[in-house]
T-cell receptor
């Protein structure tokens, strides 16, 4: 089915461990985004990508790494997880055309113990 | 960078029309106004988008005055399934979304 898929849906990890959240879209959208959602903060942009091999920082990039070797995949890696990174993470994609809205996945709920 | 202001929460009875207003005083020429809906445990879902005047689709209407400094999302005859958080975004998508902040949205509670 066409769409945007995030995995895993839920993840529990320990402080200091590396964890990678996956995002895959089937539309061949140029733009992809990673947001985190915390109570009282709404959604905050972590990183975004305008195309394969082009990534840039958003509002809260510290502690995260992204890559985009293929248009359809945009993994987010926490190199050394901290408790403050406990959150719900959403991936989104968008066409390159001006005015194109965001299409979101259903999120990954990450708990760092 | 357009900052948006919308009510934190609203209550409405089933069958009523609901209007949620968003203020965006410093909207830029290239900015669109986009509304998203989010249910618990789901990602936000696109509802409607406009640039000026009025836009209507099968689920909502969006009213934008001539000065574009505010916008109103109108949901006709709401049902319990419309209980959700609604976000107003102002920006120049998609490239301009690097500068867009979602904010905390408006939590709509529909009452039977």
């Amino acid at each position: 089915d066409a769409g945007i898929t995030q995995s895993p849906r839920y993840k529990i990890t320990e402080t200091g461990r590396q964890v990678t959240l996956m995002c895959h879209q089937t539309w061949s959208h140029s733009y992809m985004f990673w947001y985190r959602q915390d109570l009282g903060h709404g959604l905050r942009l972590i990183y975004y990508s305008a195309a394969a091999d082009i990534t840039d920082k958003g509002e809260v990039p510290d502690g995260y790494v992204v890559s985009r070797s293929k248009t359809e995949n945009f993994p987010l890696t926490l190199e050394s997880a901290t408790r403050s990174q406990t959150s719900v993470y959403f991936c989104a994609s968008s066409e390159r055309t001006g005015g194109s809205p965001l299409h979101f996945g259903n999120g990954t709920r990450l708990t760092v113990t | 960078l357009a900052k948006t202001t919308q009510p934190i929460s609203m209550d409405s009875y089933e069958g009523q029309e609901v209007n949620i207003t968003c203020s965006h005083n410093n909207i830029a020429t290239n900015d669109y106004i986009t509304w998203y809906q989010q249910f618990p445990s789901q990602g936000p879902r696109f509802i409607i988008q406009g640039y000026k005047t009025k836009v209507t689709n099968e689920v909502a209407s969006l009213f934008i005055p001539a000065d574009r400094k505010s916008s109103t999302l109108s949901l006709p005859r709401v049902s319990l399934s419309d209980t959700a958080v609604y976000y107003c975004l102002v920006g120049d998508p998609p490239g301009g979304y690097q500068k867009v902040t979602f904010g905390t949205g408006t939590k709509l509670q529909v009452i039977p």
